[in-house]
């Protein structure tokens, strides 16, 4: 197959592979997704810098060999750097050094017991273990390693070209996009940051003040002063690195918007007029509302909008004494991953329709209380089969009230 690399910077060329096809990574509604690896060419050495998912080996292999064609150099890469073993970036190593047995492979001690777990062919694999302050020189380029454990996984480390300021950071920074060019300023500002604010409350908030206090210690060790791009393995690389840097602070401390997010799922429709009255009542105050019906709309969406909302509206109807079921892989994924378990507090309010003995509201309050919700147990709305005008006044009150809270 043909394909090209894309050259970054001087002797550093991208050398990824592009998943027009991925619509769900591990339950993550993706537009699709790029998985980045990096080729830089120093003078006496040459280095990869991770690798790629199951199945796209060719696609990299062959950006590999264009690289080394505008180098005018043989194909020979002496160091293999692996900042982080989840499979969508380990997936293609065996192939990868069954075709350069020869490499030196970098990574933590984490990552050296973790990539033979999952690839028992590789049990005899040597692997250089990497501490934070640890270099690599590849001759007039070097590269200084900085352990990053539970950024996202205990084997996470960034990888920083010192000479050029690129920081190959791995997940952290990254977005599940794909796109036909490579950088921050080649897709719509609004389009990326909603995917980066996607990817960090999905799959980084939980470590979100360790980028933090990670982007701290690096730039007090001085290793971030010529800072001029970071480079994720996912997505677009950020030449304006401040702009990320900036959002990953925004969203650490917990800082949102003037916004509420509903959420709801209906039988025959009563919790479905209770939802549109309570977003009424949110728009009357002039505070954004987000909508989402949850049979249509993925966790990683909701979760995304939860994220800079001060406050949230969960309704479902009754079902045997309980909530409808639907709700269920939302409140599971809630109790795992929820601004709320990382100390930022969130305004909850509940709603639910039934027939006669109810049972809902209890459960809903009990299930976001315990994920860190702070829920407004006596602004709960609760009506019998088909809501009246007067249960719609409520919920159109509802909406109004968390809506003048939320502005204070
Ligand atoms: Fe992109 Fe944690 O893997």
Redo the contacts with the bound molecule.
């Keep these: 197959m043909k394909a090209d690399s894309v050259k970054i910077a001087d002797g550093v060329y991208w050398v990824g592979a592009l998943d027009w096809d991925a619509r769900d990574f591990h339950g993550f509604a993706v537009p699709g997704m790029t998985?980045n690896a990096y080729l830089v060419f120093g003078d006496e050495k040459v280095a990869l810098i991770d690798n790629v998912y199951d199945g796209f080996y060719p696609e990299m292999w062959a950006r590999i060999e264009d690289a080394f064609a505008k180098e005018q150099k043989e194909i020979k890469i002496d160091a293999f750097v692996i900042n982080?073993i989840?499979?969508?970036?380990i997936g293609s190593i065996p192939e990868f050094l069954e075709q350069c047995p020869d490499v030196e492979c970098y990574c933590t001690q984490a990552a050296s017991m973790g990539i033979k777990r999952q690839h028992h062919c590789l049990a005899d694999q040597e692997f250089n273990v990497i501490t934070t302050g640890d270099t690599l020189d590849l001759g007039g380029k070097t590269f200084t390693f900085i352990n990053a454990p539970m950024l996202?996984?205990p084997d996470?480390n960034f990888t920083l070209y010192n000479e050029e300021g690129i920081l190959f950071s791995?997940?952290a920074f990254?977005q599940h996009i794909c796109e036909s060019k490579r950088y921050d300023v080649d897709v719509d500002p609004a389009y990326l940051a909603l995917h980066a604010k996607k990817f960090y409350a999905n799959?980084v908030q939980l470590s979100a003040s360790m980028v933090l206090n990670k982007v701290a210690e690096m730039t007090e060790a001085g290793y971030l002063d010529n800072l001029t791009m970071i480079a994720p393995?996912?997505g677009q690389i950020w030449t304006q690195p401040g702009t990320i840097v900036e959002l990953y602070a925004k969203w650490a401390k917990g800082e949102a918007d003037e916004k509420i997010t509903v959420i709801y799922e209906t039988m025959h429709h009563s919790t479905q007029k209770m939802a549109h009255q309570i977003v009424e009542g949110i728009m009357s105050e002039g505070v954004e509302a987000k909508m989402h019906f949850i049979r249509y709309d993925p966790e990683s969406d909701i979760l995304a909008d939860i994220l800079d909302s001060k406050a949230i509206v969960l309704g479902v109807p009754t079902m045997m004494n309980n909530p409808y079921p639907k709700i269920g892989n939302l409140l599971a994924y809630l109790s795992c991953v929820s601004p709320a378990n990382t100390g930022v507090r969130k305004t909850a309010a509940v709603f639910s329709s039934k027939g006669w003995a109810g049972g809902a509201i209890p459960k809903l309050t009990e299930s976001l209380t315990a994920a860190g919700f702070d829920v407004l147990e006596d602004e709960a709305v609760e009506e019998i089969y088909v809501p009246d005008e007067n249960d719609l006044d409520k919920c159109y009150e509802l909406g109004k009230k968390l809506a003048q809270m939320v502005k204070e």
């Design positions: 998985y982080h989840e499979n969508d970036h996202h996984w996470s791995n997940d990254g799959l393995c996912h």
